[in-house]
């Protein structure tokens, strides 16, 4: 089973790659780099959320 790295910030484009890769079924771990910005903890949890979502949206697409 293949495995990426996403650096994952929630925004559009690093969403996209991320489910691309879920849809190849491919093994994600996906990486926020924190760097000091003032709006970070509202996307770190907002990426958090939407990782969560990616996985299950994938997961039901797969078992249909």
Same mark, same amino acid.
């Given at each position: 089973?293949?495995?990426?790295? &996403?650096?994952?910030?929630? =925004?559009?484009?690093?969403?996209?790659?991320? @489910?691309? !890769?879920?849809? $190849?079924?491919?093994?994600?771990?996906? &990486?926020?780099?924190?760097? =000091?910005?003032?709006?970070?903890?509202?996307? @770190?949890? !907002?990426?958090? $959320?939407?990782?969560?979502?990616?996985?299950?949206?994938?997961?039901?697409?797969?078992?249909?």
């Amino acid at each position: 089973m293949k495995k990426s790295v &996403v650096l994952f910030s929630g =925004g559009v484009e690093s969403t996209c790659v991320l @489910y691309l !890769k879920l849809l $190849e079924g491919q093994v994600v771990y996906p &990486v926020y780099a924190k760097c =000091g910005m003032p709006w970070e903890r509202f996307e @770190y949890v !907002k990426a958090t $959320e939407l990782w969560q979502e990616a996985k299950e949206a994938v997961l039901k697409i797969q078992t249909h």
